[in-house]
């Protein structure tokens, strides 16, 4: 029973070690603030932009319109995940991190669950005023129950499920960067393969005349399948039910931590 406990207490006391040194990390690193404050101010400017200028016409999604932001701002959340480990590559301070905590995959969990939450804050930042700003404007716009469009609103299951299905998408984002950050190790390579991997789905779909292609493309891309969650309208022609693409996003960013831990534990610093 000692011996468990004495292991236990180990086991935690690295945990908390870890928790502690990356959080001093994070926090002192000066392009945490900016990155956390540019995505809260992209993703809010892009929506509100785009709901002050929208215009009523048929299949518009109200919710979905709100929440465009989350396209724009998205790009801000995966440098942040990348950065989380890259820039500790870039300069060489990997060494001293696997010296002072070598157990790996404890190093590498504690920056993801902080570098996941700080994302989950700022997006639900983000998104919630988007949401207030679309409620707030689109009415202006036209977009009113006389017109066949009911108001934004937390209350409504669908609208819930658009918001906070937003926020886990872009902590999920953050999260996938992370992972394919750490298995390239180089800052520019890892944000270039992770916005070729959100972005490169939908432009080939685009491409290709084929729908039942251009339908699989849709439903295995990161980015496509994961923004199924804002949808309001129309939800029962989509390739698949919204928290089925969340889903898949969050299956991609699962195979990039387990890609990432693995390399990061096997491989030299």
């Not at 979905?64 to 959340?77: C, E």
């Not at 942040?80 to 060494?95: C, D, H, K, N, P």
């Not at 209350?155 to 992972?179: E, F, K, M, Q, W």
């Not at 750490?182 to 959100?198: E, F, K, N, Y």
Request: hydrophobic fraction near 55%.
């Amino acid at each position: 029973m000692s011996l468990t406990l004495s292991t236990g207490q180990r086991g935690y006391g690295a945990w908390a070690e870890a928790m502690h040194a990356e959080w001093t990390k994070l926090r002192t690193l000066a392009s945490t603030g900016w990155l956390l404050a540019g995505a809260v101010a992209a993703t809010v400017t892009v929506s509100a932009a785009t709901a002050g200028a929208a215009t009523v016409s048929p299949g518009i999604d109200p919710a979905k319109l709100s929440l465009t932001g989350v396209q724009a701002g998205q790009a801000l959340f995966a440098i942040l995940g990348v950065l989380a480990i890259s820039s500790e590559y870039s300069t060489g301070m990997i060494r001293v991190t696997l010296t002072a905590m070598p157990r790996r995959t404890v190093t590498l969990a504690a920056k993801a669950a902080l570098a996941g939450g700080l994302a989950l804050a700022a997006a639900a930042v983000a998104v919630l005023v988007s949401a207030l700003a679309g409620r707030f404007l689109l009415p202006r716009r036209g977009f009113i129950p006389a017109n066949g469009y009911s108001l934004l609103s937390l209350g409504n299951g669908a609208d819930l499920r658009a918001v906070c299905g937003s926020v886990l998408y872009l902590a999920l984002i953050a999260l996938l960067s992370l992972g394919i950050a750490t298995a390239v190790r180089d800052p520019a390579v890892a944000i270039g393969t992770v916005l070729a991997l959100l972005y490169l789905f939908p432009i080939v779909a685009t491409l290709i005349t084929d729908q039942t292609w251009q339908r699989h493309l849709e439903q295995v891309g990161p980015m496509t399948a994961g923004l199924y969650i804002q949808a309001t309208v129309g939800v029962r022609t989509l390739p698949l039910t919204p928290w089925q693409g969340l889903g898949v996003l969050a299956l991609w960013t699962a195979g990039a931590l387990i890609l990432g831990g693995l390399l990061f534990r096997f491989r030299d610093a």
